[in-house]
């Protein structure tokens, strides 16, 4: 089980650094593609262990819906739950709004961990940053 703390957080810097040495330094994806413009209107959770953030989420809200993004969890915290209780968090953050539902584009190779809280794929894959995606929703 994880040792790290998730909070909401205004701490954006912290978290956009996570998403670098996740996304850009381990994936590939290009700064332009993490960095889209939308973090200032994002309600973003940050995972702490220690002190140190290890992981990091963002809610995007639209209508009736949460749309959890830029999940990310440093190497040196996976396989400890963290993504699981980042994405259980996130859920909560999102029903307490009054949202009806919580989306996301998850990587394929990371379908069946969603799927595993409930979340559905829907629609066909698609690319996002060069990385194969699916759409997944959860209905509260």
Not at 2 to 12: F, G, K, L, P, Y
Not at 13 to 30: D, H, M, N, P
Not at 46 to 67: E, H, M, P, Q, Y
């Amino acid at each position: 089980m994880t040792d790290a703390v998730i909070t909401t957080s205004v701490d954006i810097a912290a978290c956009q650094k996570i998403r670098y040495e996740v996304f850009t330094l381990e994936q590939g994806v290009s700064v332009e593609d993490d960095i889209d413009g939308r973090d200032e209107e994002a309600l973003h959770l940050l995972a702490s262990a220690g002190g140190v953030a290890v992981g990091t989420a963002r809610i995007l809200f639209a209508a009736d819906a949460g749309k959890i993004g830029r999940v990310a969890v440093l190497p040196s915290h996976r396989g400890t739950g963290l993504g699981k209780a980042l994405i259980l968090f996130a859920l909560e953050e999102i029903a307490a709004k009054g949202c009806k539902s919580a989306k996301l584009g998850a990587q394929t190779h990371a379908i069946g961990f969603y799927e595993a809280l409930g979340f559905e794929a829907v629609g066909p894959e698609f690319m996002d940053a060069g990385i194969p995606h699916r759409e997944m929703v959860v209905q509260f």
